[in-house]
């Protein structure tokens, strides 16, 4: 869904996220432990190419030895997605981190080269190390790689191609080598084909693990170090089906967006690469179909944003229906700005194998329903020492559809069970979205049965997870049973009579990110302020209607994180957007790389007080997907609700 500014016939865009990004690795170093027993290995090259399915974009490399020393960093990863390493010193085994852009998110992958030639950096590689040595990748990078040894890299290899033997068969061969076997970027073949027809995650519950969830197939796959469970199986047709045309079709998308005219041309001009049945719907339903409507609509878009110049960056691979004549798979649309910003501008995105070639879809959807993880910190800096708090939750946008009363959600657990997740009603005639079906008109606790419970409010889309084991469950079956929901559409107000739409009643959803397990909540890369800008805070005053900024400097004591904003609020109950408790100015965008930023303040008629209420929150994305949002707090005793 592309989400429109003005009237015209699509209007510009409404950004759904701007991801200016921050960096990870660079030039610190870790110097804990040693490796006595490594062999020293003279300076010799290291190369290889850093991958997703697509090639890394943006992507900057740095090498650790076994000792924790920092051997090479800015290594710049090239656009195909090669790097080289003109030299390497210290002690094997070297271990490698890559950060740079996935579709819309910025995430970090990691390897292991046991000395001198190839090795690539994969989400596959990723999985390696943590099954290798049964630790997280990010730990693995402070610590002195212990379990990075040859044999138990070669372990980790065995069990990673037992549970991928289905997807590998047809690409690469059954003892392929996952560091070193070739691999060209971008290409949509061999094991870059591999990396396209499943997703990768790294998390932590009782242990580390690694999870694997099917593009071209279904299931889902829990690994930790030497234990597997689930499966994964490859669907009817996806052995055949090319992917090779994706590349060219976002190639030619961005050569028609380099200006208005190269956009509007019969050929190449945007309509040559839309399918016969692209569609497009903007915020407030209205939809444009058809290819030459929906070229025509984002070209004046374009012109409307000024966005003429930008390119598409290539795609990453999301789930991919076969069921029909035409195949059709989700992929990311995120454009990038020739001052090098980073822009997802839809959700719910597909293309279509139309004609034997790859063709722009649009609306992957007919129902846009969107599901994202969100995990908070709270930290109370007014004291001696900050005290933290934390929340997490799953939001579903549900629009609120002609004749919509309910939906019900659910999730699959470990055997592949349906387990209901959250109720959603109609709260008025006028609601835009589906509210979240709570226990009573005052709880925050989720009701999991139709007929008995209440709505508190028009616009409550959030599952507030509880803490411990009763939200780790929820939490805990993303992982085992998959990332995806399933989301019923009903009639009446008990989820009883199905409502289609276009024929369809049920609707698979992906879901962006998973929340943490709650003992795994302190350890997520959230930002901390320093001395210097946790002073600032305290001390901070505000004359009514002053306008000022607030320096903000931080750190990350667990991990970069992707920061794509800021707000600033001395209201917590009146901080939403456009509430009169946010003095912050259009969100704060955040510059790529940086650890600090100046944010701009328009006070209200209402003096700010040294010792008054004064929040500021950063807020990102994580390499999988899961919003993070860190809260700075000052809330002196008897300055009121201090949450």
């Not at 432990?33 to 740095?62: E, F, H, K, W, Y």
């Not at 090319?242 to 050929?267: K, V």
Request: with cysteine.
């Amino acid at each position: 869904m592309l989400s429109p500014h003005s009237t015209k016939a699509i209007g510009a865009l409404s950004v759904l996220c701007v991801a200016l990004l921050a960096a990870c690795g660079g030039p610190g170093s870790s110097s804990s432990g040693s490796n006595d027993d490594a062999p020293v290995v003279p300076a010799a090259q290291l190369s290889g190419s850093v991958a997703v399915g697509a090639p890394i974009t943006d992507g900057m490399l740095r090498v650790i030895d076994a000792n924790g020393v920092v051997v090479a960093s800015n290594i710049v990863v090239a656009e195909d997605g090669s790097y080289a390493v003109p030299t390497l010193s210290g002690t094997a085994p070297w271990r490698i981190e890559a950060c740079g852009y996935a579709g819309a998110n910025y995430q970090c992958i990691y390897s292991v080269a046991q000395g001198q030639g190839t090795a690539h950096v994969t989400p596959l590689t990723s999985a390696l190390v943590l099954l290798a040595t049964g630790q997280s990748p990010e730990d693995v990078m402070s610590g002195n790689g212990t379990g990075l040894s040859e044999s138990g890299l070669a372990a980790a290899q065995t069990q990673l191609r037992a549970s991928l033997s289905a997807v590998m068969v047809g690409n690469v061969a059954s003892g392929f080598d996952f560091v070193s076997g070739s691999l060209d970027a971008g290409s949509r073949t061999g094991y870059d084909r591999v990396l396209d027809a499943i997703g990768v995650t790294t998390g932590v519950d009782d242990k580390p693990f690694v999870q694997i969830t099917p593009r071209l197939g279904t299931g889902n796959l829990y690994l930790e170090q030497g234990n597997s469970a689930g499966t994964v199986s490859v669907a009817n047709g996806a052995d055949t089906l090319s992917l090779a045309g994706l590349e060219t079709l976002f190639r030619n998308m961005s050569t028609a967006l380099t200006t208005a005219s190269t956009c509007s041309a019969t050929n190449p001009g945007l309509a040559a690469s839309m399918a016969s049945n692209a569609r497009m719907s903007g915020e407030d339903g209205n939809a444009i179909t058809g290819g030459a409507a929906v070229a025509a609509g984002l070209c004046e878009m374009f012109a409307t944003e000024e966005r003429f110049g930008s390119r598409l960056l290539s795609p990453t691979l999301g789930r991919c229906d076969l069921s029909g004549s035409n195949p059709v798979c989700r992929v990311s649309f995120v454009l990038q700005g020739p001052d090098g910003s980073v822009e997802p501008v839809g959700q719910g995105m597909g293309v279509v194998r139309e004609g034997g070639a790859w063709k722009f879809l649009g609306d992957m959807d007919v129902v846009q329903i969107h599901a994202s993880a969100k995990a908070q910190r709270d930290a109370r800096i007014d004291g001696a020492t900050p005290v933290y708090s934390y929340s997490r939750a799953v939001a579903f946008d549900i629009p609120a559809l002609s004749g919509l009363q309910c939906a019900q959600v659910t999730q699959r657990n470990a055997d592949q069970q349906a387990v209901t997740v959250a109720f959603y009603k109609r709260f008025d005639n006028n609601a835009r979205r589906l509210s979240l079906w709570q226990q009573n008109a005052y709880s925050n606790e989720r009701s999991l049965d139709a007929s008995i419970g209440a709505l508190r409010s028009g616009d409550d889309t959030w599952v507030a997870l509880p803490d411990g084991d009763a939200g780790d469950a929820v939490v805990r079956n993303f992982f085992r049973g998959g990332r995806t929901v399933t989301v019923s559409l009903f009639s009446d107000d008990q989820c009883a009579t199905p409502l289609a739409v276009s024929g369809q009643s049920v609707f698979e959803v992906e879901v962006q990110g998973v929340p943490p397990v709650w003992a795994a909540m302190p350890s997520l890369p959230w930002t901390d302020l320093t001395h210097t800008a946790r002073q600032a805070l305290l001390s901070l005053t505000l004359a009514p209607n002053e306008v000022t900024s607030y320096s903000a400097a931080w750190t990350f004591a667990h991990g970069a994180m992707a920061l794509n904003g800021a707000t600033f609020c001395i209201d917590r109950a009146q901080c939403g957007d456009g509430g009169a408790g946010r003095i912050s100015h259009d969100g704060a965008r955040i510059a790529p790389g940086a650890t600090a930023a100046a944010i701009s303040l328009v006070n209200g008629s209402t003096t700010v007080e040294a010792a008054g209420y004064k929040m500021l929150a950063l807020y990102g994305r994580t390499g999988d997907g899961l919003d993070l949002q860190s809260n700075a707090i000052a809330c002196p005793p008897g300055t009121g609700e201090c949450h």
